[in-house]
């Protein structure tokens, strides 16, 4: 008799456990608390919901106080168990991502270029730091590197991988005028000599920026999808809050050269303390022969396998962008030259998503302002939804193909 196949290893993620699941337990365990508080009247209500409160008062008018006491905790270990049944399944589940890297025509250090193939005009993506590049190239079905290839153009991604020892000694100015104009000059070789369109993701959208500002001869075109820019746009004291966890984190600074990731998990939760408990608790409830089960842990491997900041970037980022909103101000600066996008005088185009909660609206609209004749969207997606949603293809993996295929048309 053959042996059982082994079970596969749980999981990580969420990341940082402990977090989500004191936030998910602080608000579930809490409600017996709030009871007194309902029964006297003293609860305080915010006013935009006084016809709701009004509406609740007069349900409860008649029930008893122990009856409601019972209910209440029913449904409190009912959302307790859908929560933690959902982390358990994702913890557990079999899906491991086992797309090949495509081929990788230059390397240095720990990062990487990737050529997707295809025929048609270059694309050079830039991703953010502090996530994975492969969001662009999920799954074999949620892969927009993959479609684009397929679709008249030749993509190609540049890796950052994860930190190694020089790259945590990494300021900015290394990043960009270093090895990502390496990488660039590295792309135009592979490419025969042409000049690839430049797409930077989040973060990777400053960084693109800065070199198409620095370099515009090597590309055709520029593109931002959901790039901060005005870090004091929408919410200047939480941009603040975010850059006063910097002397907590100088400790793993000094000690690692490098933000660790949980440390980044943490910083991003703030935005939304209670989406594990939302999104776990949902997951719970879906088939497990559902389509989606497999997108949702493939997303969420994703989320959780994000890599260090090197320690100058980190503190570059949180006090001068977050802190001091240099880029807006024009005081960021990389090598010595401020990064403005006011002087940007290649074709581009801004993508702001209209449901974005990791960069603010306010924040991308702002360097669609600043950018001379930018074409601005606004497609009605989320920061990762545009690019792995459902209604991605249609909503903005096809509207830029086509934005591209016109904008470059002189890149060679």
Known sequence: MSPPPPRPRSRLGPRPLNLHLGSALTVLLSSPGGLPLLNNRS??????????????????????????????????????????????????????????????????????????GGSGMPVLFVPSLVNRGYILDLSARKSLLRWLAAHGLRPLLLDWGAPGGQERGFTLTDVIAGRLGRAVAAARQVLGGARPALVGYCMGGNLALAAALRQPDDFACFVALATPWDFHADDPAGARRTAAALPVFEPALHLLGALPVDALQTLFAQLDPLLALKKFTR???????????????????????????????????????????????????????????????LPALVVVPARDRIVPPGSATALASAIPGADCWTPPLGHIGMIVSATAEAAMWAPLRDWLVTHSAGGR
Do not use: I
């Open 283 to 345: 997951f719970a409830t879906l088939p497990p022969d559902a389509p989606e089960v497999e997108e949702f842990v493939a997303l969420e491997d994703w989320l959780n396998d994000g890599v260090p900041l090197p320690a100058a970037v980190a503190r570059e980022c949180l006090e001068g962008w977050y802190g001091r909103n240099d880029p807006a101000a024009g005081r960021w600066c990389v090598e010595g030259q401020p990064v403005r996008p006011q002087g940007l005088r």
């Open 43 to 116: 609860l305080p209500w915010s006013g935009a919901m006084a016809d709701k409160v009004a509406a609740l008062r007069a349900d409860l008018a008649n029930v008893p106080p122990e009856s409601l006491a019972a209910a209440v905790d029913r449904e409190m270990r009912r959302r307790l168990d859908l929560f933690l049944t959902g982390l358990e399944r994702y913890r557990h589940h079999p899906y491991r991502r086992d797309l090949a890297d495509p081929p990788v025509p230059w390397q240095e250090g720990s990062t990487r270029l990737l050529d997707f």
